[in-house]
C-alpha cells in the first residue's frame, strides 16, 4: 500500500520498520530529522511537509498529544493534504473532544478517520506485538486492518466512534494508574510496620498481581530507579486528566481518578515531572512522613 | 505432630485433611457440628471445647475476624487450654491491634504465637497450594514450617513481630480492593462512550491485566453475578476499614482506601451487603446514572 | 464618564441601572432585547453591537462565561471596538486561561484590562453593595475605581495580573461549594440517627455557622426547594472544574475540590443539573440510600 | 440540687463555678488535685473518688474522651455510686458506641443517662454561655433543663437516643473541621498565584464567611500561630474517626470526612499533633511544595 507516517519517536520508528519489511511503500515525515536517516537506509522515502506524506491511501500518526496533533494537521496543515477517499489512521493517545473534532474534520473532507491507540512499549512495537484499540466506520476499520496485523498481535475493535478507542485507551492507562497507586499505598502501609518495600512487593507481585505491569512498576518504586523514565509522571498526569474530562463529558464520577490527579500533582510540585510515575510510592512515603 | 484445629469453614475443612493427609494428628473444634463427620471420617478427633482442642503441640486457629477469635480464645478460654512451650499458629484475619494483644496474652502463658493469614481460595487450600504470610518469634517459625510446607506451596515470612504478617495480609486485600474499584471506574467510563462493560473487560484482562484477580472479578461484573458471593461486600469493607485503622495507627493516608470504604459504604447502603465485593461496578454505575 | 456595558443579565441590568443613577452615560449591548427598554428608559443607549458598546473611555462586561466572552469579544469583535487608551473591565467569572489570554490581547492594542468578579447575588447588585475582587495594572485601577464605589460597597484588590482577582473569586466560590458539601454530609449523618435534618441545620446555622451562606443552602436544603435555582448545579459544577484547572496549572492537590466535582457529576447524572447546587444533599442522601 | 462533677479541666472548672453561683451544692472529683483549690474556695466539696461525687441527684461528667470516661465510670467504678433514680449528665463528646453502652448500663441501674455535649470554648463555658445539644429520656432531660439554663444560652434537643446528641456534635464538629480544611485549600490556591494568603482570608472572612470560627483559623493560619493549640490536631483527628465510626455505622459515606482524615494522618506524620487543627493549611502547603 502507498502509506504516509507522521511521527517518528520512540514508538513511530520501530513501527514504520515493520510496514517497510511487510513490502508498504511509506513516505515520512517528522519535526525533527534525526529519525530520518534509519528510516530512508531502509527503505522510507521522506518528505519535507507533514501535506506531502497526507498524499497516501492511508496515513498513520503517531504522535505526543493533542498540542502535537494540532500543531501538524491544523496549523501545518496536513489534513489539506489528505485526498478524498483516503484514510488517517491516528494512533496516538488523544482526547475524546479532539478525536471527535478531527473525524468532523475528515469527515467534512470525505476521508476516512480512524482512531487506533496501542498498548504496549518501544520493545513490543519493534516486535509486531501490540495490542491496536481500533474505532472508525467498519469500511476504513477493514480496510486498514493489513496494517493493523502488521504492527499488532491483535486488534481490539470499540465501535463506529472515532472518540471509542481512545476512552478505552484512557481508560486502559487509569487502570495502569490506580495499579501504581495501589501499590505504592498498600507498601507504605507495609513500611509503616517494619516490612521492607521489597520484601511486599516480591510476595505480591509473585502472587496475586504476577503480571508485568505490577512486577515492573513495583520494581521502580523498590530500586527508586525513577530516571531515565519509562512513562513520565506529567504525562500520566496528561492521561489522567484527559480520562477526568472524559468521565466529566459523560457524567461519570471517577473518584481514583481524582485521587490520582491530586497525588500526580504532588507530585509535580515535588520536581517529579520528569521521573517515572513510579514515584507515585514517593507522594505515599511523603504524606506518611517516612521521606 | 499432635495438631489442634479450631474453625472448620471453608478454608479450615482442606486445611485439616491436608495435615491428615500429612501423618499429623489432629483433635478439631468448630462451634457447629456440621463439617465433623468428614474430618473424623477422615482420621481427625473430635472434642468438645476449644480449650481441649487447644491441648497440642501445635494449635492452629482459622476463624472469620477479630470478635469470632475473641469469642473462642477470650470467652471460651480457647487459650487457657494451651500449655506452655506450645505454639498458636494464628491463620485468621485479623486487626493489628487484636495481634498485638494476642501475642502479649500469650507470651504471658509462655506460648508461641505466630500469625499466618493465607491467600488463596477454598480450591487453592485444598490443593495445598496457599500462599502464606508469617511472623512470629524466629524459633517458632521454625518449629511450624513443616506444617506451612503441608498446608502452602511458599511461605513468606515478614519478621517477628505478630502484626506484620497482618498488616501484610491486610495490605494485600487492599491491592485486591483497589483492582476492583479501578477495573468499575474505567469500565463504567468506557460504558459512558458506547462500549460494552464485556469488550473493555475482555481486552483489558487479555493484555495488561491478565490474571486471575482481574479476570474473575472483571467476569463477576460482566455476569453481573454477584450472588452467591465468593468474597462479600460486607467483609471486604471490614477489611478495607482493618487497613485503615493500620494506616491511622502508623501515620499512613491512604486515600485509594478512604474512596473505598465510602463506595462501599454506597453499597452497604443499597442493599449489597451480602453480594460479592465485585458489585463495586453496581456502585460506580449508579452513582453514573446507569442503573 | 463615557461608559460601555455589554451583559445585561440579572446582574449587569441593575449594574447598570446604578451608574446611571451615579450621572455615567452608558450605552448598552445584549445578546437578546429584552432587558434593553427598561435601561433605555433610565438613561442608557442601546448600540446594535458589541463594538460600538466597546468605544467608551470604560466598557465594563458582565457575562455568563468564558464561552459568552468568546463568543462576544473575538467571535463577534467587541473587542475591536476598544480604542487605545480605553479600559475593559471584565467583571465576568472566568478561567485563569482566559483573564491570561484577555490581558495579552488587549495590551497588545493598547487597552487596559482589568479582572473584577463579584461577590453579592441580585439583589446585592441593585443595593451597589457588591464586593469587588480586582486585579489589573494599578493606574488602570485606579481610574476605574470611581465606577467600583458606585457598584460595590468594596473593593478588595489582588495585584496586577489579570488572572489573580479571578482566581480569589474561584477559590471563594470553592468554599461557598464546600460549605454546602459539608452541611450536607454532617446533616445526612445526622438523619443516619433520627435526628431531622430541619432541627440540626437549624441548631448549626444558629450557633457556629451563623452567617447567610450557611443559613441560606441550609435552608433549600431543608426545603428541598431546589429549583427554580439561585445558582445552578450546573454552573457550580463549571466554577469547581476552573478551581481545579488553576490549581493544576499551578501544581496545587485540591482533594476536596475533587470530591466536589465527582458529586456534582453524580447530581448531573440523576437530572439535577438546573437544580440548585443546594442539591448536592440530594447526592449525599442518595448515597446514603435515604432517598 | 445536690450535684455531682467529674471531670474539672478548662472546660469543667468555669461550670463548676457557675453552678455553684447558681445556689447548687456540688461535689467534685477530679483526676489530678490541681483545679481543686478553687473550686472549694468557692464552694465546692472536694472528694475522694468518683463514686463519691457520683452519689448526687444529678452527675455531670466533662471528660476527655472514651478512654478517660471508661476509666472513671468503669475501671474506677464510678457508675457504682449512682443512685437508683439518679440522673448522669454526660457532657463530653463521646462515640456512638459508648453512648449506646453507658445508656444500657445506666439503665439497668435504674439510673438516668443523658448525653449533652456542647459547643463553645473555655470563656464561652465562664460566661454560661454554652450551646448545649442534648438527648436522652424526656423525664431525664426535663429534670436536668434547671441545670442547663445556668451552664447555656440555649439547648438544642435532639431526642430520646443517648447517642443522638453525640452525633449531632460530631457533625458540628465535622464541619469545622471541613471549614478549616477549606480554607486551607482555597488560600493555598491563591497563594499559587501570587496572592497573600492574608489578603485572601481577609477577604473571604469579612464578606461570605464573616463568622467566629472561619476569622479564628483563618488568622492562625496567616500568622501560623498553632501552638499552644486552641484545639490540637490529634484531637481532631479523634473526633473525624468518631464521625466516620458514626458514618459507617449508619452507612452514611462522608467523602469529605474521608479526606479530613487522610490529611490530618499526614500532620501527625509531620509533626503537627501537638499543634492546632488551624495547621491542616501547612497540610495543604506542603502537598503544593510552597513550604
Known amino acids: 500500500m502507498e502509506l504516509g507516517f507522521i511521527g517518528l519517536g520512540t514508538m513511530g520508528a520501530p513501527m514504520v520498520l515493520n510496514l517497510l519489511k511487510a513490502g508498504h511503500r511509506v513516505r515520512v515525515w517528522n519535526r525533527s530529522a534525526a529519525p530520518l536517516q534509519a528510516l530512508v537506509a531502509a ?16 496515513l498513520i500518526s503517531m504522535l505526543g498529544d493533542d498540542t502535537a496533533i494540532r500543531a501538524v494537521f491544523l496549523d501545518a496543515a496536513a489534513i489539506d493534504g489528505l485526498a478524498p477517499g483516503s484514510i488517517h489512521v491516528n494512533m496516538s493517545t488523544v482526547s475524546v473532544a479532539l478525536a471527535r473534532e478531527m ?3 475528515h469527515q467534512a473532507r470525505g476521508v476516512g478517520y480512524v482512531s487506533a491507540p496501542v498498548l504496549g ?7 509486531g506485538n501490540l495490542n491496536i484499540l481500533a474505532s472508525g466506520a467498519a469500511e476504513a476499520l477493514a480496510r486498514v486492518q493489513p496494517l493493523f ?3 499488532g498481535r491483535k486488534t481490539w475493535p470499540f465501535g463506529a466512534d472515532a472518540e471509542s478507542a481512545c476512552v478505552a485507551k484512557l481508560s486502559a492507562n487509569l487502570m495502569i494508574a490506580a495499579a501504581i497507586e495501589a501499590t505504592a499505598e498498600a507498601s507504605t ?7 521492607s518495600r521489597a520484601d511486599f ?10 503480571v508485568p505491569v505490577y512486577q515492573g512498576y513495583g520494581k521502580l518504586m523498590v530500586d527508586k530507579q525513577f530516571e531515565p523514565a519509562g512513562f513520565k509522571l506529567s504525562l500520566g498526569l496528561k492521561d489522567v486528566r484527559l480520562a477526568l474530562e472524559a468521565g466529566e463529558a ?16 504532588d507530585g509535580m510540585a515535588h520536581g517529579q515531572a520528569d521521573q517515572d510515575w513510579a514515584s507515585l510510592s514517593e507522594v505515599s512515603d511523603r504524606r506518611a512522613g517516612s521521606r
Chains 1, 2, 3, 4 share one sequence.
Open 121 to 127: 512499549r518501544v520493545d513490543v512495537a519493534a516486535a
Open 103 to 105: 473525524a468532523a474534520l
Open 201 to 210: 512487593i516480591e510476595m505480591i507481585t509473585s502472587t496475586l498481581f504476577a
Open 189 to 195: 502501609l507495609a513500611t509503616g510496620y517494619g516490612i
Open 250 to 265: 459523560a457524567q461519570v464520577p471517577l473518584p481514583f481518578a481524582s485521587v490520582l490527579k491530586d497525588n500526580l500533582l
Open 149 to 151: 496485523d502488521v504492527l
Open 43 to 58: 527503505g522510507a522515502e521522506a518528505v519535507d511537509s507533514p501535506a506531502l506524506a497526507a498524499r497516501a491511501e492511508v
